[in-house]
Structures are given as C-alpha cells and as structure tokens.
C-alpha cells in the first residue's frame, strides 16, 4: 500500500519553501503560506496534515524563533527609499532581536494621517524606524508608521551622516547644519538600539 504524499510528510521536519499540498486539498494554518495556489511551510518544524479537518500547520522546532507577524511592532533600518515606498531590514520584534534576515516594505500610503508626496519627507536610507506589520501578503512584511509612537527612532543627516537632533519640530544636523524632513516617534532618539 503506497502512502499519499501528505500522508507521508505528517510529523516530518520541513524547511521553509518545501511543499506541503495544494489548497484544493488543505486549508493552510500556521506556519504556512500559499504561491500560485500551492502551500508551503514558511519555518523549519514539523507538519502536521489534519486530514479529519482538512488543515495542514507547521510547528516550529524551537519555540523561541521570532519572527513578525501582523500587529506587532517591529525596529529596522531603511535600506533603499524611492518616492512611494521604503524597503526595511527588520532586526528586532517588539523587544526582541531577531537573528535571521527579514524584509518590509512601508508604502507611502500607511505612513502618516495627513497626505505626503514623497517618503523623502518620511525617512531616508540608513534611519532607524519603528513601525507595525500589517500585512504579510505574498512572504513580505507591509509596515505602517501612521501612530505617534511610529516612524523614525534615529535620523541621519544625508549630507554628512551624523545623526539629527530634532528640536521643536525641526530636525537639524549639529555637524553640518543641515535641515531636513521626517516622520518621527514621539520618543525620537530615546529608545537604546
């Protein structure tokens, strides 16, 4: 008697990316993710088919893995801003760091309550910011910096690098002088990195 692949891989250790089923046959549940109608395991852990219920999980190994998921908070750096979007290295979940590589990507339209025409009056290459998951559509986090407590931690003058002091409003370089824009936290430079 031969065993059905998904028979097969219950209570095996997957890896991330390794196919579990299609969803024609199982609802994906944690620890899964679907592209172009097939689930696959988004952690290292065991899979568990729920054939009763018809759901396929992921159980991670360690327990302790973080890893952003919608509604929490996260730190990360901006790498590369352009007029409508900014990608971000996220290092840290809630208070936690975090040792793997994880992306995001916060849109010009989550970013503040009032209109803004270009994320360069947002956050630049290199600024720390804090900002909360929204969404994990397609395997990449969408961040959202809208609350006073969300936007830039740490600020770098992009003409010399040092960070920027903000004083009533204003960020402003102590090296250079330089004046620029952002969307701060309303803790600006207190948290420790």
């Keep these: 008697m031969s065993l059905k692949q998904p028979e097969q891989k219950n209570g095996h250790i997957v890896l991330p990316g390794e196919r579990l089923g299609?969803?024609?046959?199982?609802?994906?549940?944690?620890?899964?993710?679907?592209?172009?109608?097939?689930?696959?395991?988004?952690?290292?852990?065991?899979?568990?088919?729920?054939?009763?219920?018809?759901r396929v999980s992921v159980y991670p190994l360690v327990n302790s893995a973080v890893t952003p998921k919608v509604g929490t908070t996260i730190l990360g750096q901006v790498g590369n801003a352009q007029s409508d979007n900014a990608l971000v290295r996220i290092f840290k979940v809630g208070n936690k760091k975090i040792s793997g590589v994880f992306g995001g990507i916060l849109h010009i339209?989550?970013?503040?309550?009032?209109?803004?025409?270009?994320?360069?009056?947002?956050?630049?290459?290199?600024?720390?910011i804090r900002a909360k998951v929204i969404s994990e559509k397609n395997q990449v986090y969408h961040l959202a910096t809208q609350d006073k407590n969300l936007g830039v931690l740490y600020a770098f003058c992009s003409r010399c690098s040092t960070i920027v002091n903000l004083d009533h409003y204003e960020m402003r370089c102590p090296k250079c002088g330089n004046i620029e824009k952002r969307k701060t936290t309303i803790d600006y430079g207190a948290e420790p990195l």
Excluded at 29 to 53: C, P, Q
């Design 109 to 128: 339209s989550d970013v503040s309550d009032r209109y803004i025409t270009s994320m360069s009056e947002v956050c630049k290459s290199g600024d720390i």
């Design 22 to 54: 299609v969803i024609e046959e199982f609802i994906p549940d944690s620890g899964t993710y679907v592209k172009d109608s097939v689930i696959y395991s988004r952690i290292v852990g065991h899979a568990l088919m729920d054939l009763l219920n018809k």
